[in-house]
C-alpha cells in the first residue's frame, strides 16, 4: 500500500510549485516497476528511508541506483524505475515554468534527464535531507521547503510579465 499526503507551498510559490507530496510504501521483497512516461512537471525527491531507486533505459540497460534527484520534464518514455523496500520520499512538483522561476536555469537544459540533488543543489542537499528525516508531519517538512525556496526565488531579478506567465500557465494546464 502507497501513503501518499500533499500540501500546496506557501502562497508566494503557488505559481511554480504544484504541491509538496511525501509517499510511504514498503515493497517487501517485490520489486514495483513505475514507467517514466512523459510529464509536464519537474520533481525534486528527497529519499528519507531506503536511499535509492534502480532505473532501467528504454532499450533495457540498467541505468544505475537513484537516490535524492531532480526528475526534469520528459518529452518521451525515459524508461523504467524499480523500487524494493521501505520508503518515505518527499517529493516538490514544481510547474513547468517552477526552477526557472526559482533556480534562474532555463527550461531547454532540463530535459530528458535526472539530475543527483548533490549536482543541483549543493550541500543544501544533504542540509535539507537531514532536516526532513527529522520532521514529524509533512506540514514541518513543507515549513522547511518554503522557507528554502523562498529564498531562492527572492534573490533572482524577475521580468514584470514572470508572475503573469506563471498565472496564465497554471490556467492553461489545469
Known sequence: MVSTSQIKP?????????CYALREFNTGNFS?????????????????????CDIEST???MAGNYSNSL?????????CGYWKGDYKVFCVQFKS??????????Q??????IFSLDTF?????????????????????????????TKKLIIHKHKAHTMTMACL??????
Open 71 to 79: 526528475t526534469t520534464i520528459f518529452t518521451k518514455p525515459n524508461g
Open 108 to 113: 531547454r537544459l532540463l530535459l530528458d534527464t
Open 121 to 149: 543543489l549543493g550541500s543544501d542537499n544533504q542540509i535539507l535531507t537531514e532536516q526532513f528525516a527529522d520532521c514529524k508531519t509533512i506540514q514541518q517538512m513543507g515549513e522547511i521547503m518554503n522557507s528554502y525556496l
Open 32 to 52: 514495483m516497476p513505475r514507467p517514466m512516461h512523459a510529464v509536464h512537471e519537474y520533481f525534486m525527491t528527497f529519499f528519507l528511508k531506503d536511499k535509492y
Open 10 to 18: 506557501a502562497l508566494i510559490l503557488q505559481p511554480f510549485i504544484s
Open 59 to 61: 532499450e533495457g540497460v
Open 169 to 174: 500557465a497554471g490556467e492553461i494546464l489545469k
Open 97 to 106: 515554468n517552477g526552477i526557472f522561476a526559482i533556480f534562474g536555469i532555463p
